[in-house]
């Protein structure tokens, strides 16, 4: 048993993913906003741009995420008997989210606006679940390391995103 883990290490590691997982939210939250709003007024030059924004941020953002999740931060409670479980559902979740992206890229107007949301809430409970699930049992797990997990993997913590261009809000903090 290693208990030589930094438990303020550790506490940092989880505010931080935690910070950029609302940050993600709150950005795919509003483009799901602007999306509905866009097709209950009908406005199909709307709608178009919305939604092009909104594949962008899941095809640079939310997948990218979600892919580099599943080493790191998945393989080690995966390899226990009490996080397998739990791994094995938020890995279909995120098979789901990929084939809900592929919906919306395909579809205009309501179906879009539909796969718009079904994203937006899904992701909102995968979220909560790494966040008050996946991400303690590692913290409390003696022989794993949330920040060593998550360690370098702006993806995950929003640290030194910057190189996308500064602009976009993806909770991007410097301490």
Not at 26 to 41: D, P, Q, R, S, T
Not at 118 to 135: V, Y
Request: charged share 20%; proline share 3%; aromatic share 2%.
């Amino acid at each position: 048993m290693n208990q030589a883990k930094d438990a303020a290490a550790e506490a940092e590691a989880l505010q931080s993913v935690e910070r950029h997982h609302a940050h993600m939210l709150k950005h795919l939250n509003g483009l799901v906003a602007l999306l509905m709003e866009a097709v209950e007024a009908r406005d199909a030059a709307a709608e178009e741009t919305v939604q092009a924004s909104l594949l962008d941020w899941c095809d640079t953002r939310l997948i990218p995420h979600a892919l580099a999740e599943e080493g790191p931060l998945y393989g080690g409670p995966h390899a226990t008997p009490e996080g397998r479980l739990l791994v094995e559902g938020m890995l279909a979740e995120h098979r789901v989210i990929v084939d809900l992206v592929e919906e919306l890229r395909t579809s205009s107007g309501l179906a879009a606006a539909v796969a718009g949301s079904a994203i937006q809430r899904l992701f909102a409970l995968h979220l909560d679940k790494e966040n008050r699930l996946l991400m303690p049992f590692i913290v409390q797990s003696p022989d794993m390391s949330l920040a060593e997990s998550v360690q370098g993997l702006h993806e995950l913590t929003g640290e030194g995103a910057d190189h996308h261009g500064g602009t976009h809000d993806d909770g991007t903090h410097h301490h």
